[in-house]
């Protein structure tokens, strides 16, 4: 489940391939000297989502929301939403801080969203139909950057719409209480914002993808074998025909926005693909991480690099962490250096550094 503020970086310019870096034999497994990995805190939660806003990096967690100044040298602050699995966040363009947010299962009301006018020493419940009659738990969350009045937030089979700050909520796709396990990503072209794309998983564990133009919808059900589920979606800002699509089980592309597609990797483990991010300097520079579904035992941190946009990959592994799986990346561009800040599931928030 995740949610977005920041419009994506670049993604590659030329043709995909189906390689799989899983089972490159060629691929060195071994840390290079130009990767280097550091732990920033948060050890034992899980990220739902890293974001960068005002100069401060948030951690929105399955416990609460965080924040940091710079990961690099100070700790994370809690902002005083323990208990709470934090689903989205975004900053009102009065600087209001806006959170939606799911209580345990079990628990009542299924969800809720809370506004902070003090930076989050303290938080107001917002009286919000998000549900129709009966609160339904948010599988993800899209602050429209451009225009912080108009939000969208997935629940278990419905794409909604808020256009007061999200007091209310409109379906525009899907309804209230489906049988369904969530709408989990939502991305809007940055160059035509009428342009919806979103995916999830049905009832049945089908994986679904959408394209929505106004009221014209092209949906794909078979781009993966089931079970699978849409976990990212990332635009080429610069060519939004090209789009990257994490999937449980596979990495997709397509350069003609949907009309082909290219696998990219083919994941035998069934690697659910939460990261993605390309540098707008190098837009044949593709990086990307996941998560194996195994809640409690370890997995080695592992991110998945192409130099040629997609045609090859080599995978960075660092089997000193345990919980290693990746469930947010965030892609900070430098001159001599790129550096991603990855959220893990149970791990933290890692950085790691890499020099070009």
């Known amino acids: 489940m995740k949610t977005h503020f920041l419009i994506f970086l670049l993604l590659s310019s030329i043709f995909f391939s189906c390689e799989d870096p899983e089972e490159n034999s060629d691929i060195d497994p071994t840390q290079p000297e130009t990767y280097v990995f550091e732990k920033t805190g948060l050890d034992g939660r899980i990220i739902n989502e890293l974001q960068r806003q005002n100069d401060k990096w948030f951690a929105l967690t399955d416990d609460g929301l965080y924040e940091n100044n710079n990961t690099a040298s100070s700790s994370w602050s809690s902002l005083n939403l323990d208990g709470k699995e934090v689903i989205g966040f975004t900053i009102l363009d009065d600087g209001t801080y806006l959170t939606v947010w799911n209580n345990p299962q079990g628990t009542m009301p299924a969800s809720g969203i809370s506004t902070s006018n003090n930076q989050g020493a303290s938080w107001q419940m917002l009286d919000n139909n998000f549900g129709g009659q009966n609160a339904e738990r948010f599988s993800s969350f899209y602050a429209l950057n451009n225009d912080s009045d108009v939000l969208y937030a997935g629940g278990l089979g419905v794409l909604a719409r808020s256009l007061d700050d999200g007091e209310n909520w409109e379906p525009i796709w899907g309804d209230w209480g489906m049988l369904a396990n969530g709408t989990d990503e939502i991305a809007i072209n940055p160059n035509d914002t009428d342009e919806i794309w979103f995916g999830g998983q049905g009832g049945i564990e089908n994986g679904y ?41 596979a990495l997709l592309g397509t350069q003609n926005s949907g009309n082909t597609w290219q696998t990219l990797i083919d994941s035998p483990e069934n690697r659910f693909f939460f990261g993605l991010a390309s540098p707008s300097q190098n837009r044949d520079l593709i990086y990307a991480g996941g998560w194996l579904k195994r809640f409690d035992e370890p997995q080695s941190l592992v991110v998945f690099v192409s130099e040629d946009g997609g045609d090859s990959w080599e995978n ?8 290693g799986g990746i469930t947010s990346m965030q892609l900070v561009e430098g001159e001599s250096q790129d550096v991603l800040y990855l959220g893990l599931y149970k791990g933290g928030v890692y950085k790691l550094t890499i020099n070009k």
């Open 209 to 249: 993808l959408i394209k929505k133009i106004g009221d014209d919808i092209i949906r794909w059900d078979d781009l993966v074998e089931n079970p699978t589920v849409v976990k990212k979606i990332l635009f080429d800002p610069t060519d939004t025909d090209r789009v990257l699509v994490g999937f449980e089980g």
């Open 316 to 323: 960075i592994e660092y089997e000193t962490q345990d919980f």
